[in-house]
C-alpha cells in the first residue's frame, strides 16, 4: 500500500479521503497525519492545509507535498517545509469549474444588488430596487488568468459580460482582451466596472488592491476578491465603499481567517462575505486529482500545477 497523510477537513474527514483514493487506486491508503499507526518512514505522499511547522521535513521519505487548496502560503510560510520536494497546488476541472461559478454568481450578485434584497428579506420589507445595468453593460476585468480566471472568463462571457484580464504577461483568450504588466495596469482599471482578483500570493500582490488602485476604476465599480486575503487592504476598501467610488464587493478571502467576528465587513449592507468556499471541490473531487498526479508522478510524467518558487506561485 502506498501511505497517503492527510491534514484537511479534520479526523472525522478521513474516511471520506480514504474512499476517495480507494475508488481511484485501491493502493493508495489516506491516513490523518497524527495516525500513530504510520511511520514517518513509510509515508510517500501527503495532502495538507496548514501543515504544522516542521512536520512536512520529519517525513524522511516523502516524494510530493499536495496542497488542499489552490494556494500554497500556508505551505511555504514554514521556515522548514522541504524545498527540495515538488509542491503541487490544487487543480483539476472540478476546481475551475467552481471557481467560474463563484465568479459568475459573484459578478451577477452585484449588478442585480442581491445584498439589498436579501437585507429587505432579513427585514421583511418588499424592497423593490430598479436595476440600472444589464450584463452586456458592465465590463468584467479578471486580474489573473490562469486555469482558474480563465474558466471564470469563459463562464462571464457566457453570460453576456464583456471580459478582459490583466496578468504578469499576455494571455490569448478568445473575445477577452489581455493587459501585461505594470505599465498597462492604469488603462485596465479605468476600463473595468467589476474587478475580480484572482492573482496568486507573492510579494508583488501583497496588498495591491489600496486605495491607489480602488481610485483608478470608474466611480461605482465594484470588487470581487477570491484570491488571497492579503490582496486587499480592507480599510481602504471600506473607505472606497462610504464615499461611493466602489459600489459594492464580494470577498471570500481575509488577512485573518476565520473572518474575526467584530469585524464591520459582516454587517456592511454593501459587501457580501462568504467563508473562503469559491473553489472548494470535494473531498471526492480532490482525491481523484491528487490520485491522477501520483500516477503522473510514477510514470515519469509532468506532474500539474506544480509551484514554481523563482514566480511564487
Known sequence: MVKILVKSGGPQAVPEWRDGFAAVDPRLSAHWWEDASVRPEEVEYVVVWEP???WLNSLPNLKIVFSSG???????????????????????DATAQRMGEFIAWSCLSLLRDTRHFALGQERRQWAQKEVPHTARERRVGIMGLGNLGSQAARMLQGLGFPVQGWARSRK?????????????LPAFLA?????????PSTP????????????????????????????????????ALESGQVSG????????EPLPADSPLWAHPKVIVTPHVASLPSRA?????????IAAFEAGR????????????
Do not use: K
Open 191 to 199: 476600463s473595468t466596472d467589476i474587478l475580480v482578483c484572482l492573482l
Open 172 to 184: 490569448a483568450l478568445p473575445g477577452v482582451v489581455s493587459f501585461a504588466g505594470p505599465a498597462e
Open 52 to 54: 504544522q511547522p516542521g
Open 302 to 313: 509532468p506532474l500539474p500545477n506544480l509551484y514554481d518558487p523563482d514566480r511564487g506561485y
Open 204 to 239: 508583488e500582490t501583497t496588498g495591491l488592491i489600496d486605495a491607489a488602485l480602488l481610485a483608478q476604476l470608474p466611480r461605482g465599480a465594484a470588487v470581487v476578491n477570491a484570491g488571497r486575503g492579503a490582496h486587499l487592504r480592507v480599510p481602504d476598501l471600506l473607505s
Open 70 to 92: 489552490a494556494g500554497v502560503d500556508h505551505i511555504t510560510a514554514d521556515p522548514a517545509w522541504p524545498r527540495h520536494l515538488p509542491l503541487v497546488r490544487m487543480g483539476g
Open 249 to 256: 464587493a464580494v470577498l471570500d478571502v481575509f488577512p485573518e
Open 285 to 293: 473531487e480532490r482525491a481523484r486529482y491528487v490520485a491522477g498526479a
